[in-house]
């Protein structure tokens, strides 16, 4: 466990396991969630990986600075992370949020990033007044009020209301109103179709059949900017597939590393 101190000052929680000279892996999870999302299905990944995974600022156990935030300091807060841990090379998987995350770092360090996953994701995801109502709503509600809603765009029909979306639904309510309205008016604030339209990295999109955030014609849209892009469609899950069904997004990713021979790249710092 590692506290990264981004450019402006901003504690970042970020875990490293596993070798310090192995191939890296790096998550970003997605608004109101924290790096636990991954939890699932990190036991299921091949073995002889460096994993590092870290909680966006306002989330989990990281700063809650004061929003509202631009996706330029979530890029470098994995930016920071990235150089307390030397990574180079690495495979960065973002899911939502976190593969806007990803994007703007493959624009910014190119270096650091040798692939990628764009899990249920977009170069822009929804517009300004969506994410303003968003705001407004857990500013009046708290997440509590705003967590029934969210629940139906995270999960698909199978998962919804099962007894094992309760720890999820309490992930998403202990997450700070700062935090998250800081992270919604990144994401308001941000269209990568530019940037991400002339990234040339080995790319797989991952989208849920009954994403009601990301729905798979937007994830397709994206990956489909960068040349020679892989596609995967999950069905009967929504936005948060790793928690969902982690042995079909673990397999998806496992078949991704192979495919990029990712385990033989090593840690190039
Ligand atoms: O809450 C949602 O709608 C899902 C979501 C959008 C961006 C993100 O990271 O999660």
Redesign the pocket.
């Known amino acids: 466990m590692t506290d990264v101190i981004s450019r402006d000052g901003t504690r970042i929680h970020a875990q490293s396991e596993g070798p310090d000279d192995s191939p890296v892996i790096i998550f970003a999870n997605?608004?109101?969630s924290t790096l636990a999302v991954w939890d699932a299905i990190l036991p299921l990944l091949p073995e002889g990986l460096r994993i590092i995974r870290f909680d966006l600022r306002g989330h989990g156990r990281s700063d809650v600075p004061e929003g509202p935030y631009t996706m330029g300091q979530l890029v470098s807060d994995a930016e920071a992370v990235c150089e307390v841990f030397g990574v180079r090379d690495a495979l960065f998987i973002g899911?939502?949020?976190?593969g806007m995350i990803a994007q703007g770092l493959a624009v910014k360090r190119p270096e650091m990033i040798r692939a990628f996953v764009l899990s249920n994701?977009a170069a822009k995801?929804?517009n300004q007044g969506m994410w303003t109502d968003?705001i407004a709503m857990i500013r009046e509600q708290g997440m509590a009020g705003a967590s029934d809603a969210?629940m139906q765009?995270?999960f698909g029909r199978d998962f919804y209301g099962t007894p094992a979306m309760a720890p999820l639904k309490a992930m998403f309510e202990a997450t700070s109103p700062e935090g998250y309205c800081g992270?919604c008016a990144a994401?308001a604030g941000t269209d990568f179709y530019t940037p991400t339209s002339g990234l040339r990295i080995p790319t797989l999109g991952i989208a849920g059949s009954e994403d009601?955030?990301?729905p798979p014609d937007l994830v397709r849209e994206t990956v489909d900017l960068i040349p020679g892009s892989q596609f995967a469609l999950i069905r009967r899950v929504g936005?948060i597939p790793c928690v969902e069904k982690p042995d079909e997004y673990a397999a998806l990713l496992s078949r991704f590393i192979a495919d990029t021979g990712h385990l033989n790249a090593g840690q190039t710092s």
């Open positions: 997605s608004l109101g899911l939502s949020v976190g994701t995801i929804g968003r969210v765009r995270w992270v994401i009601g955030s990301t936005h």
